[in-house]
């Protein structure tokens, strides 16, 4: 599986395109998805799928576009739902542009696969209520939104948000990974789980 990196969006959010066998996904378009798809385009991709980890602004902002010029399913947790009728998830605070609202269907976390790869949707709260990370283990991959940074996490003082959920998600949905998992997220450059259990100050007594 390819994976190809565009920082989208007022914030600079990363969203990831997948791409295997002519078909690719994209996690959390944050922003105009232009270049996306231009990159679909040129290189005659089908877009299955479009997955938000979490329905905060800065990561749903190039939704809409996105799949109505393709036609790709958009998939979330539910309950991140409440977030798009406030500025959290619509945007429109700090002279922000408002999102465009999209329709989407609902993830249940477990067991299932794009691109023809096994994928676990992990339920992953604690950034907001509906986060989610998905893993693909044959990938050695996991997408985790604003969960997980390199040696950060992601803000709990949002509404929806709790610092103890969150550190219990990373330990208990992340941290189980193999440690050479890489860890893609919302915002900065890629990690490793074995990386973050060693070195990220939030669950060590320590950095070095």
């Known amino acids: 599986m390819q994976i190809r990196t565009f920082a989208l969006g007022p914030l600079q959010t990363n969203c990831y395109l997948l791409i295997r066998n002519g078909d690719a996904v994209v996690v959390d378009p944050g922003g ?19 997955l938000n980890t979490h329905f905060h602004f800065d ?13 790709a399913p958009i998939l979330a947790d539910e309950k991140d739902a409440y977030l798009l009728e406030t500025e959290l998830g619509r945007g429109g605070f700090m002279g922000l542009p408002a999102i ?13 696969s794009f691109l023809g790869l096994d994928c676990a949707v992990l339920p992953t709260p604690g950034h907001s209520p509906g986060s ?4 693909f283990p044959d990938a050695a991959a996991v997408f985790v939104g604003d969960l997980l940074f390199n ?4 803000r709990t003082d949002f509404p929806g948000g709790d610092l103890d959920v969150l550190k219990n998600s990373v330990v ?3 941290f189980t990974l193999p440690p050479e998992t890489v860890v893609y997220s919302g915002h900065g450059d890629p990690t490793t789980v074995g990386d973050e259990m060693r070195h990220n100050p939030f669950f060590t007594d320590f950095s070095f």
Do not use: C, M, W
Not at 132 to 135: A, P, R
């Open 59 to 71: 990561h749903v902002g190039g939704n809409r576009k996105l799949a109505q010029e393709t036609g």
């Open 172 to 174: 208990g949905q992340i």
């Open 100 to 112: 465009e609202l999209f329709e989407y269907e609902n993830i249940e976390p477990g067991a299932t």
């Open 132 to 135: 989610v990370s998905f893993h």
């Open 151 to 154: 040696r950060s996490i992601g």
């Open 32 to 50: 105009d998805p232009s270049a996306v798809l231009n990159v679909l385009r040129n290189e005659g991709l089908t877009l299955t799928h479009i």
